[in-house]
Structure formats: C-alpha cells, structure tokens
T-cell receptor
Framework: ETGVTQTPRHLVMGMTNKKSLKCEQHLGHNAMYWYKQSAKKPLELMFVYSLEERVENNSVPSRFSPECPNSSHLFLHLHTLQPEDSALYLC?????????????FGPGTRLTVL | SQKIEQNSEALNIQEGKTATLTCNYTNYSPAYLQWYRQDPGRGPVFLLLIRENEKEKRKERLKVTFDTTLKQSLFHITASQPADSATYLCAPPSHTGFQKLVFGTGTRLLVSP
C-alpha cells in the first residue's frame, strides 16, 4: 500500500445526485492532488492543494468542488455530473518543499455517472 | 504548450528480453523526469527520477536515460518478467511550475512467458 487511501473505490451516481470522494494520506505530506483519468487519455490534473491552500484549479467545471480541511484529508464534492465525467479519480500526495519529490497515489475511485 | 508523447500502442515482448519504452517531449526543457508504473484499476507508482545533468539512472533491472538534445527519455527493463506487464508513464514537471507533473498517456507493456 502507498499510504494514500481513497473511498469509495467504486461509485455509481445519477446526474442529479450529490456525492463526495474522500482521500486520506498517512505519510505526513503537505501537498495533495486530484486527477481524472479517462480511457486512452493522460492523467488530467484537476486541483492542487499545498499547506491546505488551493494553489491550482485547472479549469475544472464548478460541478466539481474540492475541500482540504487539513493536510491529511482531501475531498472532492460532486453534484449534477454529466456522463462524460465517468472516469477513474485519483488522489495523490507529496512533500511540498522539494519539487523533485515523487507523488504517492491512492488506488482511485471508479466513478460512473448514469 | 508542453507536449509529452509516449507510444500509445502496446509493446509485446517475450520473457527474458529487454523492453525499451520511449518518452519524447517538446516545447520545453524539463529539469528532471519521473517514471511511474500503473496496473489496471490502480494508481500509478513511482519508479525512478532522472535529472537533466544525469545521462543514466539505474535501479535493479530498470534503467532510464535522459537525452536533452533529442528531448527524449528511454526506459529499459532488462530480463523482463510477466510481472512487469503494466502501463508505464513518463512525467516531467510542468513548466508552469508549482509541484505539478505532466503525465504522458503511457505505454502498455505485455511480457509473455
């Protein structure tokens, strides 16, 4: 295990539902990321938090809303999603002080929007 | 804008052979490059980092090269095993900075017994 956990592992939701994805890291890291991975496409960076402040919002639609209450936890709140939002959502963390540090990924949440 | 290219077609090789995967980048000069392994339905796992002043980096059966003139990194797995079958991702840092990596689409490696 990488020290980064994500729940739920699988989620099926309708377009009118509201749900949240949760990420937790036990590595003492202070930067956390949300990525979207669709079939045949590279990982798309969605959000970056460093020291609990959002430092990057990569032109993500407002139906995705991140929350970072502390350095160990990261949430992605979902509402009124579209079928094209179906993908694997990955959380990652790293130590922020050195740009070279590798990212540690969670196992992902497989999201299906009906 | 930055562009990372990896061969999108799967690479099929026989057990025991050396696998060589290619990562080409354009429109910038990264200070380093990371390689990750991803198994189906799981998150990527970090393998190696190579800096621009390093020509080659090794870790057990893995070897990475970094040619800043060709703007290319090669990833080699020697004495490949079926357990090496996975998708391998190349990830240089974003030129817009701040702790961001730009991932390639990855190359799927299939090692048959």
């Amino acid at each position: 295990e990488t020290g980064v956990t994500q729940t739920p592992r699988h989620l099926v939701m309708g377009m009118t539902n509201k749900k949240s994805l949760k990420c937790e890291q036990h590595l003492g890291h202070n930067a956390m990321y949300w990525y979207k991975q669709s079939a045949k496409k590279p990982l798309e960076l969605m959000f970056v938090y460093s020291l609990e402040e959002r430092v990057e919002n990569n032109s993500v639609p407002s139906r995705f809303s991140p929350e970072c209450p502390n350095s160990s936890h990261l949430f992605l709140h979902l509402h009124t999603l579209q079928p094209e939002d179906s993908a694997l959502y990955l959380c990652a963390s790293k130590k922020a002080h050195n740009n070279h540090n590798e990212q540690f990924f969670g196992p992902g949440t497989r999201l299906t929007v009906l | 804008s930055q562009k990372i290219e990896q061969n999108s077609e799967a690479l099929n090789i026989q057990e025991g052979k050396t696998a060589t995967l290619t990562c080409n980048y354009t429109n910038y000069s990264p200070a380093y490059l990371q390689w990750y392994r991803q198994d189906p339905g799981r998150g990527p796992v970090f393998l190696l980092l190579i800096r621009e002043n390093e020509k080659e980096k090794r870790k057990e059966r893995l070897k990475v090269t970094f040619d800043t003139t060709l703007k290319q990194s090669l990833f080699h797995i020697t004495a490949s095993q079926p357990a090496d079958s996975a998708t391998y991702l190349c990830a240089p840092p974003s030129h817009t900075g701040f702790q961001k990596l730009v991932f390639g689409t990855g190359t799927r490696l299939l090692v048959s017994p």
